[in-house]
Nanobody, 125 residues
Framework: QEQLVESGGGLVQAGGSLRLSCVAS????????MGWFRQAPGKEREFVAG????????YYADSVKGRFTISRDNAKNTVYLQMNSLKFEDTAVYYC??????????????????WGQGTQVTVSS
């Protein structure tokens, strides 16, 4: 029912910034919990950031807290991930995901119903 399309990935120098966007095609986006995950080569997919349906509650992995900001614009069916002070260790494919239900948590891969195709973020050291 829901298609997520990511954009904004690319190559950036360490210390720089990128903003990722994820646009949803469904008509119930405003009711979805949204999350960002990433997967580096040879590693499992890991949680990065999550945001509730209204955008007034966010949650971050310790590894990105203070550097990344998740936000959403329900009128545009879009969730964003602003990434500042990027490190080489942030290099990964970044995925957005949507959870149709309210759960009060964000960090579990299995809770999400829909996933984007991923966008590559590469940080040069």
């Amino acid at each position: 029912q829901e298609q997520l399309v990511e954009s904004g990935g690319g190559l950036v120098q360490a210390g720089g910034s990128l903003r990722l966007s994820c646009v949803a095609s469904g008509r119930t986006f405003s009711s979805h919990t949204m999350g960002w995950f990433r997967q580096a080569p040879g590693k499992e997919r890991e949680f990065v950031a999550g945001i509730n349906w209204s955008g007034d509650n966010t949650y971050y992995a310790d590894s990105v807290k203070g550097r990344f900001t998740i936000s959403r614009d329900n009128a545009k069916n879009t969730v964003y991930l602003q990434m500042n002070s990027l490190k080489f260790e942030d290099t990964a494919v970044y995925y957005c995901a949507a959870d149709r239900a309210y759960r009060g948590h964000y960090a579990y891969i299995g809770q999400y119903d829909y996933w984007g195709q991923g966008t590559q973020v590469t940080v040069s050291s």
